[in-house]
């Protein structure tokens, strides 16, 4: 634990002296690196901070471009296009193990899971599990829901997301779910 408190102390060191504009080179190294395969005594990783000339833009230009040699990609494209959820409609109430439509537009062009959201006070909520995966990436579609067993409430919703990343969604008014 000793070992892992210090690799996190130094990480946030060279994060706020990235942040402040200066460059912090951190090597890691056993104390013993002929000791082969045996874990070290406890405190013997030594750790070497040193300063280096130039600014942190350059730095950060760098390993974008080693990044990109590496074929990672170091700049993410935005999610393009977006989910609108429309059926359920607002207004009618659904049974706890009870099935009932979905239908949204999708102009992602991926496939979306579908979740049981709950609101639960001051402006948050919570996912209560998945209803649907992989649903069809047309930009028009509808699928069958089974909710699972939920105690009655007037505060639920469906999240529709693109699977995996989520990194596009939409969500379904609020509806009531009874016994």
């Known amino acids: 634990m ?10 946030a060191v060279a994060v706020a002296a990235t942040a402040v504009g200066c460059m912090l080179v ?4 056993p104390a ?3 000791a082969g395969k045996g874990r070290p005594p406890a405190g013997s990783t030594l750790a070497a901070a040193s300063g280096h000339g130039g600014s942190a833009a350059r730095a950060a230009t760098s390993a974008l471009g ?17 989910i609108e959820v429309t059926a359920p409609q607002p207004g009618i109430d659904f049974k706890s193990n009870g099935s009932f439509a979905v239908a949204w537009k999708n102009t992602t062009g991926e496939e979306v899971d579908i979740w ?4 639960t ?4 909520s919570q996912r209560l599990g998945l209803v649907a995966s992989r649903a069809p990436a047309r930009p028009t579609s509808e699928v069958i829901v089974t909710l699972p067993q939920v105690p009655p409430g007037r505060s639920y919703f469906l999240e529709v997301a693109t699977a995996g990343d989520g990194a596009v969604r939409g969500f379904s008014r609020t509806f009531a779910v009874t016994d």
Do not use: F, Q, W, Y
């Open 26 to 29: 951190i090597n890691l190294a």
């Open 2 to 11: 000793c070992r892992a408190t210090s690799m996190a102390t130094n990480l």
């Open 121 to 124: 006070g001051h402006g948050r």
């Open 66 to 82: 080693a990044a990109a040699r590496d074929g990672a990609d170091p700049v993410a494209e935005p999610p393009a296009g977006r």
């Open 116 to 119: 049981l959201n709950a609101k």
């Open 32 to 34: 013993r690196p002929d």
